[in-house]
């Protein structure tokens, strides 16, 4: 397994633009393989892009033309990685002596290589130094500046007297003192050293989640499930899947950033179950706040909230004005039935009900045929709106796809609701 980590790594020697010309042109050191059309990152900057072409020149050196970058961002000694590689970019590590036998380190500063690939350079240095603390089996490492480790990948720690010490990377990032605990427990316990799967899954058990690189997309982990190249605790992610759909059934929906804080997870983790809810069309987000989403959404409105609505639909094709609610405590119920998108509303005033709105919608586009024009005059005679609801109509027409603006300025027909 310890060879599977690949090592297709770019380091920029120099880099050209020519005048009018939208590619990047890269003088680059290669080590492993590229191939045109890889999606990669570039590292201090961390953009995404893609490559596009490659020459080789003689040796390890190659051309590179590169798209979605801008030529600033393209500096000397910056190192190009596969986007699929999955390299973390962090100021903190934790780290295992290669060994399970080697000597033990003495906490302080060590010059620190390796790791992406073999000699590895930094700033147009062959080395850096780095505070290393050692707690158990595991040495926590404190780099000078955001650096990209790879999971499993072999690094050197060279004191000032040249003695040398091989360390493979278990964590990229900062830990806590219980998951460093829980980390040392696992390692004395089998007194061995994991393999790259197991780094992997030292990482999935600590964060209960972790996206693998390409090549170990495939394997499986015992108590996870699979989305994608990511993996995720199966219990820990029913409850919090569970505790987002709850908590998005209220009144309005609830806050992303509430609900968030509730479920007490890493963000990873939250955003990844939150995607998979969007996915299967069970949540959408309006706004800051987190909708359950259902064909009788209206089941789950408060006590206050449902007067407001049963207001709404009781004034047909006609709408109901905000400006008549005398309880000023009611605007907000007002707000709740928008974001749950039970209403339709113009001019963020006159509010429709969805079966009344479609009304509305059949009146302004009756007799019309695709190619045809809208009229602010001939809408406001059709459904008796006043020239402000009418522009706000037509905006959201033109928003949801049914218009179009012509040269002139006229509204065209281009769908019939």
Sequence with gaps: MEERIPTSVLSIISATQEEGEKLTTLTCRMTGEFKPFTDVSIFPAEKKFQIRDIIHLEKDTYKIKVKGIAFKDCKPFSIITPLNLKVKYSVKGCFVSKEFRDKDLIAGNYYITGGVFDGYRMFNKDKFSAKVRKTGVTYSVEFPFKAPLVPGATYIFEN?????????????GDLSKKSIGIINSRLEKFRSRPSIKGVYSIILRTDLYVDLPFYLENEDFEGSIK?????????EYNSVRNKILKQSKASG???LQSVKKSCDVKPAFFYTVLEELFNENLLFQDSDYLVFNSEDRENYLSP????????IVESKDSGYSRREVKDRGMINC?????????VRVLDDDLYYSLDSYKVLLDKVFDSKKIGEFLTISEIRDKTGLSRRFVISLLNKLEHDGFIERSEDDERVVVKIP
């Design 160 to 172: 000032n007297k040249g003695e040398e010490s091989e360390m493979t990377l278990l964590y990229p």
């Design 227 to 235: 989305i994608g190249s990511k993996r995720i605790m199966e219990r």
């Design 253 to 255: 929906g609830v806050l």
């Design 304 to 311: 206050l909230t449902k007067i407001c609505y049963k207001q």
């Design 334 to 342: 007002f707000y709740e039935l928008e974001r749950m998108r039970i």
